[in-house]
């Protein structure tokens, strides 16, 4: 998927929420846990729910890993599923992965190949080895972490460098070269709102993938004022607040209410800050 | 495992080597291609004829994930069967995880407690919050990520400081306080073996993961001669130079014969460097 075809999607949804897939058995409710593959039929209700208010699905591999090859099973089938009957939704798959160039291939070659991801999310610490295979894969997207949305992403991304500048911001700058518009994202935190400004300073054309809005705290008035731009240029995600929006047997009808909530702010705030 | 255990097995076996289960499919000899688990029986032959040679095996995850819930499978068994048979290996998992607390908590649940691993490598870059849930269980190791053995280190880790020093020495300093010598390690490279003296100034006592002799080139003489402790401190890894020393039937031997040779070169540089 290209930039341009992304923002097609914003505009003709009026929304740019990215549904955060962090599947739980813990907190799936306790209807669903007699069938064969709890996991995937929670997946697949919420996608159902929500798809009309959202442009992107965000799984979090640590919770299916948590599941052993179950989980495994239930993400192969989720991204399927996702594919087959949505196709315009831009599938991340949140992995924060960052390794030497032979294994990053591996890595690419699971989430792009075997797993027909749009995305990957990847932590910078070891430079452009762990970006330049995900860069082989034409039409797809590596969305390398530059300010997150913890608490403790001041213990390094925000250390002042001796060339000036922070470190995220360095990161930005350097990886700006390892790939273009079309395929590279950056993520920041909704934590960090007023920092968006200066994400924006260096990056003016960029997706920039923003979590953090909802359980995390963060404010999306504040996150569309700093963020976004003429092509609107913001993916916001939010987990909890949505697949958790009800444990009983409404999850997904709450799951659908919520996002559609969201979706009504994200089209007031396209009206306001998106001038395309 | 404490770090006094993992010192005792490093004197009891002369070896401080630590064999990278790296395992692909495509690399593996043809003959084993026919069995239902042709990766499980891979690293089963491999393990058995290196074991006597050394004291850590490092599955890295991405292999793994490359072959499906298949490749998950193998690692299970894998990790089981060296706790059954080997039971004094330190077993870490090269997954380079890095994300916030809540995730991370599903990693760690992963990796100690499904899988029993004794350590899992993390990405730093999201500070603390990436770290912090692995500590939670006792005798488990987070081994993060330091100076790295690839090229592209350069393009952040070593980044000078407005502070002073670079990044990855920050990384060093600032994650001192999280953890203790009995439950965190260092990743730093041997491609980058002079600047091991830069970390000894900072984490004297501390044990190092050494990945890049072998393959990427690094020298384990200088590796011992600038890393090395009055404890060892060191676990140095290979993995293509032994698991892939041939593809034929003989894989296994080839490997136990790299692996034994590597030992013995290990034996000499403990007497000479290593006055406990």
Known sequence: MTSQQLFEQIQAKRSFLCVGLDTDLKKVPQH?????????????????????????????????????????????KTVKYLRENYPGQFIIADAKRGDIGNTSQMYAKVFFQEMDF???????????????????????????LALTSNASAQDFETLSLAGGG???????????????????MYVVGA??????????????DHFLLVPGVGAQGGSLEEVARYGMNRKCGL?????????????????????????????GQMSALLAEYCKG
């Open 166 to 184: 922070m470190l995220y911001e360095q990161v930005i700058r350097t990886s700006m070269g390892w790939g273009t518009e079309d395929n590279t």
């Open 32 to 76: 669903l846990l007699g069938s064969d593959d709890p996991i995937f039929e929670f997946n697949k209700a919420v996608i159902d729910a929500t798809a009309p208010y959202c442009v992107s699905y965000k799984p979090n591999l640590a919770f299916y890993e948590a599941a052993g090859t179950k989980g495994w099973n239930a993400l192969v």
């Open 191 to 204: 934590t960090q709102a007023q920092q968006l400004g200066s994400v924006r300073a260096i990056v003016p």
């Open 118 to 144: 749009d995305a990957v999310t990847l932590s910078p610490y070891m430079g452009s080895d762990t970006a330049e295979p995900f860069y082989a894969y034409a039409g797809k997207w590596a969305v390398l």
């Open 235 to 263: 993916l916001v995600n939010s987990s909890r607040g949505i697949i958790y929006a009800s444990n009983g047997r409404d999850f997904a009808e709450a799951a659908g209410r919520a996002a559609a909530e969201l979706q």
